[in-house]
């Protein structure tokens, strides 16, 4: 799977993501930082790239729906802090390995993960 994590993570995400096996990049590592939310929206299409956020303008099925793109998943976290981010990766990165990405939106917290088509 390929995985594309935004700007809001830690660096430690598409590391978590590549040593299981993932071909992870970041958007800070390809200079895209600071980048409107459409533009990082293209290049994940353009390069079918799964985005992982924390921004949950992301989650706006209006604005990018799940159909027309390569998969989302949304943190949304009561704590973003580290150790709570990668606790939520390591979570669901099983999940990734058996569940379909491509055209969902998932929508990740503490407890549950809510997959929308």
């Not at 299409?45 to 990018?64: M, N, P, S």
């Not at 799940?66 to 989302?72: F, Y």
């Not at 150790?83 to 990740?108: H, Y």
Request: glycine share 6%.
């Amino acid at each position: 799977m390929k995985f594309k994590t935004d700007e809001n993570l830690p660096a430690e995400a598409a590391a978590l993501s590549r040593a299981t096996g993932h071909d992870a990049t970041g958007v800070l590592d390809e200079g895209l930082g600071g980048k409107d939310d459409s533009v990082i929206w293209d290049f994940c299409k353009k390069e079918c790239r799964v985005l992982v956020t924390l921004d949950l303008g992301f989650a706006d099925i209006r604005a990018y729906p799940p159909q027309e793109g390569p998969g989302c998943i949304v943190l949304r976290l009561r704590h973003q802090d580290r150790p709570k981010i990668m606790e939520a990766l390591r979570r669901i990165i099983p999940l990734t390995e058996r569940e379909i990405l491509t055209d969902r939106l998932w929508i990740v917290d503490e407890t549950r993960v809510r997959i929308r088509k």
